[in-house]
């Protein structure tokens, strides 16, 4: 994925490439790395088949919104470059959440607040946002009873996470579990987010008092509590 082409086209340039992803783009390397995992066939169409001799597919179910599908249409255009036939359905956010709830989304795009991570939020767990592995927290949450028991990998996130709840942030103890969350997640990467420390504009009324003119401005939109007008 073209990182820096995503945000040249959802916000102008003014933003940065995620520092826990790789930055090198290289469609050359990644078609390597396709071949070597059994993507090394392809049909009359130039598409990569797999194993099974049929045509690989990713597909991806976006939510009708320029917010995801502009960035969607982009990480499209990057895979099938490499051969990776994308078949991309936009829809409705109400019909989106359906497929969602019923566990038959393949991949699909939406927020992920990781620069708050670990402690402000846990959206990195497989049962927030597009909740991309139901059944392996159905089966953590009902200690094995339901859902799919999950490969080792993602127990280790679970053992992760229940050390950070435990853990005061100050602390070295606290530091140490942070850390061993960014390490679990640059090996297996679940997620990639996209962009960090983009720009959003917000415009305010001249005489609104208390707003903060630095720090991460989304948070404006939910403390409108802390803020006054003057007179």
Same mark, same amino acid.
């Given at each position: 994925i073209n990182f820096a082409e995503i945000l040249e086209v959802m916000y102008l340039g003014l933003g940065s490439r995620n520092p826990w992803l790789p930055g090198e783009y290289d469609p050359v390397k990644a078609g390597e790395y396709f071949d070597q995992v059994g993507l090394d066939k392809k049909d009359a169409d130039g598409w990569r088949l797999g194993p099974d001799g049929k045509r690989f597919e990713f597909t991806?179910? $976006?939510?009708l919104d320029p917010m995801w599908v502009r960035p969607a249409e982009v990480i499209k255009s990057h895979l099938e470059e490499v051969g990776i036939y994308v078949p991309m359905k936009s829809m409705e956010g109400t019909l989106w959440n359906q497929i969602r709830d019923a566990n038959e989304l393949k991949a699909s795009i939406d927020?992920?607040?990781d620069c708050n991570w670990p402690f402000l939020t846990q959206d990195y767990m497989p049962d927030s946002r597009i909740q991309w592995a139901q059944l392996w927290m159905r089966w953590k949450n009902t200690k094995g009873a339901e859902g799919e028991e999950p490969p080792a990998? $993602?127990?280790e996130l679970f053992e992760i996470d229940a050390e950070l709840s435990k853990v005061n942030p100050n602390t070295d103890t606290g530091q140490a579990a942070q850390a061993?969350?960014?390490?679990w997640y640059e090996t297996y990467v679940p997620m990639?987010?996209?962009a960090r420390d983009v720009?959003?504009?917000l415009i305010v009324p001249a005489n609104l008092g208390n707003l903060a003119h630095g720090?991460?401005?989304?948070a404006v939109w939910f403390s409108q509590i802390q803020v006054f007008f003057k007179k």
């Open positions: 991806f179910d $976006i939510r927020w992920l607040d990998w $993602i127990q061993e969350l960014m390490t990639l987010p996209l720009k959003d504009p720090g991460r401005s989304s």
